[in-house]
Nanobody, 120 residues
Framework: QVQLVESGGGLVQPVGSLRLSCAASGSIFSLNEMGWYRHAPGQERELVARATSGGSTDYADSVKGRFTISRDNAKNTVYLQMNSLKPEDTAVYYC??????????????WGQGTQVTVSS
């Protein structure tokens, strides 16, 4: 079994910054893709950013140049640095990790979600 623990959400004013963290623990052989999704009221869940084990990254157009995803493989942790936040970034942010529990067994794992509210 694998657990993801998220932290770092909260209330911030427009143009402010926040950093989200997501730490994986449990039966981990390796961590493949690690990323962040968000779900705003009345909208579908969308990909924010993801990072592969090989170091490639991918971002939603709406956050390019403002958000940066990074991972610390030694700590099984993925981060999302969010700068120049806008009210439209308000959402529940979910960590997503593709975990290999063995060389041939993979799991899609989700965090519990952390609220990010951007408001003056």
């Amino acid at each position: 079994q694998v657990q993801l623990v998220e932290s770092g959400g909260g209330l911030v004013q427009p143009v402010g910054s926040l950093r989200l963290s997501c730490a994986a623990s449990g039966s981990i052989f390796s961590l493949n893709e690690m990323g962040w999704y968000r779900h705003a009221p009345g909208q579908e869940r969308e990909l924010v950013a993801r990072a592969t084990s090989g170091g490639s990254t991918d971002y939603a157009d709406s956050v390019k140049g403002r958000f940066t995803i990074s991972r610390d493989n030694a700590k099984n942790t993925v981060y999302l640095q969010m700068n120049s936040l806008k009210p439209e970034d308000t959402a529940v942010y979910y960590c997503h990790v593709v975990v290999a529990t063995s060389p041939r067994s993979f799991m899609n794992t989700w965090g519990q979600g952390t609220q990010v509210t951007v408001s003056s």
